[in-house]
């Protein structure tokens, strides 16, 4: 069976640090772009971070950039989302997903697979 599962979220002060992990099973990460999305209450989801298959070339959205760091670790078929000096807004679902047509991270749109996400809260 195909899956993606992610771990690590959680309740976290403004400030604080959390790594996310997304996990494949059934599957091989590295021919895959890997995504992280998150979704906050009321909102559309966003597109957080992406890591391409090839060269592990990395994208950030603006509002995570210097805060956020996207790494894969394909021994452990596992790609984690480092994110410091977490504040009130980043507070969402997190979900990463796989695209391994282009595997590139220019189609976001695309994704193959999806984890079910893991919360994370910012608060004091």
């Known amino acids: 069976q195909l899956q993606l599962v992610e771990s690590g979220g959680g309740l976290v002060q403004p400030g604080g640090s959390l790594r996310l992990s997304c996990a494949a099973s059934?599957?091989?990460?590295?021919?895959?772009?890997i995504g992280w999305f998150r979704q906050a209450p009321g909102k559309e989801r966003e597109g957080v971070s992406c890591?391409?298959?090839?060269?592990?070339?990395?994208y950030y959205a603006d509002s995570v950039k210097g805060r956020f760091t996207i790494s894969r670790d394909n021994a452990k078929n596992t790609v984690y989302l480092q994110m410091n000096s977490l504040r009130p807004e980043d507070t969402a679902v997190y979900y990463c997903?796989?695209?391994?047509?282009?595997?590139?991270?220019?189609?976001?749109?695309?994704?193959?697979?999806w984890g079910k996400g893991t919360l994370v809260t910012v608060s004091s």
């Open positions: 059934g599957f091989t990460l590295d021919y895959y772009a």
């Open positions: 890591i391409s298959s090839s060269d592990g070339t990395t």
């Open positions: 997903a796989a695209e391994g047509v282009k595997a590139d991270c220019s189609n976001l749109n695309g994704m193959d697979y």
